[in-house]
Structure formats: structure tokens, C-alpha cells
């Protein structure tokens, strides 16, 4: 009988022993690798390892058996029930002065046709990094909320301007990528959706701010995205045209 887990098990083991050998690994080495795993347990910060590593590769498999526009990885930070939005997320006042963008586009299926009423989730951080409802108190109704698409499947919607993201970085897995690696703890800036319509199955993605200088360095290796946004005003506000195509639902039965 086939046992998926015992497959997919021994071949981790194996993926590992044979870095162990290429790298000549000594028991000091595996003593502190060791270590430094049970320290990220205790910090609770398993997730987040793990995470960082190995969400994007579990979203490209997906990306192979969708059509229309491709997965983003969704990262911690989606929250249930973000307030319905019309023209403009929630801004703080604090961030008044900070430069705009308008997220906008059309959301399709597979043959051009136009999705009205698809709800698109958006949500991004503030200028100082940070998720609303997750982080610092920050009320959750700012910078996020769910717009819905027109007759004509276009939806349009102000915020300000995201600005690259660093990811919890005090922690062991801030340690093991800023100390032992030598790499760091950035994300590029980035708008994420979840789309859900009738019919179609949900989108969870991701735009980008092309000439970011992470985009290609993501330290969740988010793989960039085919949201790689040109940097177009209109006046001093950042376009953001981003057009969604959606993959309907396989038929039941
Ligand atoms: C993480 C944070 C994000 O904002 C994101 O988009 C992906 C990952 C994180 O903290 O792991
Ligand atoms: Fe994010």
C-alpha cells in the first residue's frame, strides 16, 4: 500500500543527509543547527521558519495546475472581516503626508469575460512596516478591506503608497537570516489580494513596485510575481493597474 508521509518523509531525510555529507557537516555544527531549531520552538517561531523557506515552493506546485493568473504566497497577515471599501482604504492621520497610489484593474475569467461582484481583499503595511489588527495595536480597519468588482468586472480603490517590508526579525529566524546567514530580513514592498467569486476558484496574491530593490533578494523568497507593477503616475499618485484573471471551479460531480 503506498504511504505518501513515509515517502515524502524518507526523502526529506535523505535531501538532508546528503547536505549533511556534500558539507562535510562536524558535530559541533550539527550540535548548534540543533540548538538553534530547539530555540526557534521556543520562541514559537516554527511558523515563520518554515514559512520563509518553503511557502513559495508549495505555491509554484499550485501555480502548475492553475490557469489564469498565478498564486502569491499570503504570508501571516490576512485578516477575516476588513470593512467593505469604496473609494479609499483607511488611512491614519499619522500617514496623511505619505505619498498615494491607486490600486485598479478588471477581474476576468479565462475567456476575457468580465466577473462582476468578485470581493477583492486588499490589505498592505503601514510606512513603518507594520499590519494593522496584527501589530502595535493598529486598529484593523486601516489598510485593508474588500472592494467589489463593477458590472464590468473593473474595481478601484485609493490607499497610500506600501514601502519594503521587513519581516519579525528579533527573534531566532531574524538571527539565523541577519546573523548566521548574513542575508537579511526584507521583503520587496507589495499590495496583497484575495479574490474570491461565484464560480471561480480564490485568487491570494501578490503586486510588486517594479525597480524595487528586493524584489529579486526576497527574503521569503517570494519568487516576484507577474504583478511587477511600472512605475506610472497619475499626477503624484502611483498607479497600480493590476488585472486578474480568474480559474473557474471545476464542475461538481
Ligand atoms: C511575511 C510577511 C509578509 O508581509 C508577507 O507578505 C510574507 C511573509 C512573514 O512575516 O513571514
Ligand atoms: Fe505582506
Known sequence: MSNRTKDITLDIVEAVRDVLRRHEVTFDEYRA???????TQGAGEIPLLIDVFFNSTIVEIENEKRRGSHACIQGPYFVQNAPNVAETLAIRDQDAGHPKMVMRGKVTGLNGQPVAGAVID???ATPDGKYSGIHDNIPPQYYRGK???AADGSYECRSILPVPYQIPNAGPTGELLETYMQW????PAHIHYWIHADGMRDLISQAYFEGDQYIDDDCCNGGGSEFMVPEVYEGDVRVMEVNFTLDPRAEAG
Open 122 to 124: 486588499v490589505w498592505h
Open 147 to 149: 472592494i467589489t468588482t
Open 33 to 39: 543547527g540543533f540548538q538553534h531549531l530547539a530555540k
Open 184 to 187: 537579511h530580513s526584507w521583503r
